[in-house]
C-alpha cells in the first residue's frame, strides 16, 4: 500500500491554506486616509505612494499602478507591440498574426494578453535544473522563428532562473522582454530585484500573492514615456481637452486608492512575509529527508521570495498516475506515491496542496500552438525520445511529477510537522 492511516493523525480543525493573504492592520492607516480624505477613487496618495515605494524597492524609475496584474501584463504586451509594429487599426490588436515567445509553465494570465493583442504565444519549454524558461530552447526557437520580436518571461513560484542570460539571448535577437514577476516581488538575481530584467516588468498584488492590495498590480520601466501611455491608457485614454477627446483606445484599469492602500501597508510587511516563507520552504527541505522528493531547484545568483514550497517525486518513487483533462486516477503501490495521492491525502486532513501549473502547451485553448524544446519542435518528438524521458518534454514531467505544497505563511511549525508526516506515509 502507499498511504496508510494509522488512526493517529486527526483531520486539521482549521484547514491549511495553499496560500493565504495576511493583513497586519498598517494596511488600515492607508485605508482610513483615503477615506477621510476623500480621496477613494483612481487618483490619491495611495496610489503615488504605492508606485514610489515599488519602484524605488526594484530598482526602476516609474511604476504604474493598474487594476491588477493581468491588466499590467496587458498593457505591457500592447506597448511593446506598438513600439515594434505601429499603433494599430481600432478593433485589431498590436500583434496581430505575430508570434511571441512565452514562458510555458506557468499561470495563463501570463500568455493570455499575447491573445489579447491578436499575437500567437510560442511555446517555450522549462529547463529541469531551474523549473523556468529553457534558454537553451530559447536558442531554438529564435533558430525556428527569426522573425520573433517579443518574448514573455514568467518567473516561477518566487524563483528564478538565469534571468541575465535569457535577457542576452532576447536582446542578441533584436527581441524585447516582459518580465512577469507576478509572483517573484522581492526575489533576487545577482542582488538585483525581479521586475528588474524585462524591458517592461510586471507584479501583481493578487490575494495569494505574497504582498496583496486584495487586488491590484504594477507596471514597471524606465521610461517616462511608457508610463505616461500605459497610465493615460488605463485611465480610458482621455487626451488633454476640455471635454473627453479620443485618439487611441482606452481601458479601465487604474488601480483604486484604497486597494493602493492595502498594497502599501502590505508591503511593509514584504520581507517579514519572505522569512516567514522561507522558514517554510526549509522545513519541508529538512522534512522530507531521506525521502524520495526534492524541494525546487534554487540557482546560484538567485535568492527567492518562496512564495510557494513546491517539491518533486523521484521518478523510480512514482505511482501510476493517469490524467484526463479534468480529473486524475492512480494505483497505490508500496513505497511509490504520486501528486495526486498527496494532494488528496491533504486534502483529506484539510490541508491544500495544489498540482504545478499544467504547461500551457498542454492546455486545450493552446493545444494548437508551437511549443519549442532543446531539441526542436516539441510537437514533434519521437517515440524513442519519449519514452527514454518518460514524457514529452520537461514541463510535461514537472507536472506529472510535481506539485505545490502548503505554503500559508501563518501555517505553524506544528501543523507542517502534520502536514510532512502525512507526506511521509504516502511514500510507505
Ligand atoms: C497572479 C499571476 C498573474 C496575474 O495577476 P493578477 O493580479 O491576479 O491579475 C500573472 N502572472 C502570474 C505568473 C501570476 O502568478
Not at 50 to 59: D, R, T, V, Y
Request: proline letters at 4%.
Amino acid at each position: 500500500m502507499a498511504f496508510k492511516d494509522q488512526g493517529n493523525i486527526k483531520p486539521f480543525s482549521n484547514r491549511i491554506w495553499l496560500a493565504t493573504p495576511t493583513m497586519h492592520g498598517s494596511e488600515l492607516s492607508y485605508v482610513t486616509d483615503a477615506i477621510q480624505t476623500n480621496w477613494v477613487s483612481t487618483v490619491g496618495r495611495n496610489i503615488n505612494d504605492l508606485e514610489a515605494c515599488c519602484a524605488k524597492l526594484i530598482g526602476r524609475k516609474y511604476a504604474v499602478g493598474l487594476s491588477c496584474g493581468t491588466a499590467a501584463l496587458h498593457l505591457a504586451i500592447k506597448l511593446c507591440g506598438e513600439k515594434l509594429y505601429g499603433q494599430p487599426k481600432v478593433g485589431y490588436g498590436a500583434l496581430e498574426g505575430k508570434r511571441v515567445f512565452c514562458t510555458d509553465m506557468t499561470f495563463d494570465a501570463t500568455v493570455n494578453p499575447i491573445a489579447y493583442e491578436g499575437g500567437e504565444a510560442v511555446f517555450i519549454d522549462t529547463d529541469a535544473e531551474t523549473w523556468n524558461m529553457d534558454p537553451e530552447a530559447l536558442e531554438k526557437a529564435f533558430e525556428l522563428y527569426p522573425e520573433v520580436k517579443l518574448v514573455v518571461i514568467a518567473n516561477l513560484y518566487g524563483f528564478t532562473g538565469d534571468l541575465p542570460r535569457i535577457v542576452e539571448i532576447c536582446h542578441k535577437h533584436g527581441a524585447l522582454v516582459v518580465e512577469d514577476a507576478a509572483e517573484s516581488l522581492g526575489a533576487t538575481y545577482n542582488g538585483l530585484q525581479t521586475g528588474m530584467f524585462g524591458d517592461i516588468s510586471i507584479i501583481s498584488f493578487n490575494g495569494n500573492k505574497i504582498v496583496t492590495g486584495s487586488s491590484g498590480g504594477l507596471l514597471l520601466t524606465d521610461s517616462m514615456d511608457d508610463a505616461n501611455k500605459v497610465r493615460k491608457w488605463s485611465t480610458q485614454s482621455r487626451e488633454d481637452a476640455a471635454w473627453y477627446q479620443h485618439e487611441e483606445l482606452g481601458y479601465n484599469y487604474r488601480i483604486s486608492n484604497i486597494v493602493a492602500g492595502v498594497a502599501l501597508g502590505n508591503m511593509e510587511h514584504l520581507f517579514e512575509h519572505i522569512e516567514q516563507k522561507k522558514a517554510v520552504f526549509e522545513r519541508y527541505e529538512e522534512g522530507f529527508k531521506g525521502l524520495p522528493i526534492r524541494m525546487m531547484p534554487i540557482v546560484d545568483g538567485c535568492v527567492p521570495n518562496y512564495w510557494l514550497s513546491c517539491a518533486i517525486i523521484d521518478r523510480e518513487a512514482m505511482c501510476r498516475q493517469v490524467r484526463g483533462e479534468r480529473d486524475a486516477l492512480y494505483i497505490p503501490e508500496e513505497a511509490k506515491t504520486c501528486p495526486t495521492e498527496i494532494l488528496e491525502v491533504l486534502a483529506r486532513y484539510n490541508a491544500e496542496g495544489r498540482p504545478i501549473w499544467k504547461p500551457m502547451h498542454m492546455q486545450p485553448i493552446y493545444r494548437s500552438h508551437p511549443f519549442v524544446t532543446k531539441l526542436g519542435s516539441g510537437r514533434a518528438m519521437s517515440n524513442a525520445y519519449i519514452a527514454e524521458n518518460n514524457a514529452l518534454d520537461v514541463g510535461m514531467d514537472i507536472f506529472e511529477r510535481g506539485l505545490c505544497l502548503p505554503s500559508d505563511n501563518k501555517m505553524t511549525e506544528e501543523q507542517q510537522k502534520l502536514v510532512i508526516e502525512l507526506i511521509r506515509r504516502c511514500f510507505e
